[in-house]
């Protein structure tokens, strides 16, 4: 797909991809510090920390003629690939209980194929206006999965578990 100067991208809210890594970091920091963790466990993190990089790394392009979800190189080649929909495929958006009690979207275009409305950006009720003006489809209700004020008390509490981490390994090594 070609950029135009009109083409609208957004990226996953820097307070999702902040939050995320942070608590993935403070949940997994302190593993390579027990007795019996592998030799491979610090390298196994890394890992796991770049592909959950770039997973966040998912980016909504917005052109005159289709949606596209688009995510870096390094997970289209591994992982998933992402999906471009013209707007004229679009007849539907359909809604989705997850296992939690949430609720998710899918576009739904002429062939029957579900495409997952990403809920996770910057700019989301931008995102949701194009939409509804590109397709007609009703977007009134359509709001995101979890509320900026729920991630920004994740991380504080990622952050909490960090210091509560970092005071255990230092005196784990200064003991040991």
């Not at 206006?129 to 509320?147: H, S």
Request: a positive charge.
């Amino acid at each position: 797909m070609t950029t135009n100067p009109e083409d609208r991208r957004f990226a996953v809210s820097p307070l999702v991809r902040l939050t995320l890594l942070c608590l993935y970091g403070a949940l997994l920091l302190p593993l390579p510090f027990l007795p019996q963790a592998p030799g491979w466990l610090p390298l196994a993190l890394v890992l796991g920390a770049w592909l959950l990089w770039g997973a966040l790394g998912e980016v909504v392009i917005v052109t005159a003629d289709a949606i596209e979800l688009r995510y870096p190189w390094w997970i289209r080649s591994w992982l998933r690939s992402g999906w471009v929909l013209p707007w004229g495929e679009i007849v539907a958006l359909k809604p989705r209980t997850t296992g939690q009690g949430g609720l998710v979207y899918y576009f739904l275009d002429r062939q029957g194929c579900s495409y997952l409305l990403p809920m996770r950006m910057a700019g989301f009720s931008r995102f949701v206006a194009i939409v509804e003006t590109k397709t007609g489809i009703d977007m009134r209700d359509v709001r995101p999965l979890a509320q900026p004020w729920m991630y920004g008390i994740l991380l504080v509490f990622s952050l909490l578990l960090f210091a509560f981490d970092g005071f255990t390994i230092v005196n784990f090594l200064s003991h040991a």
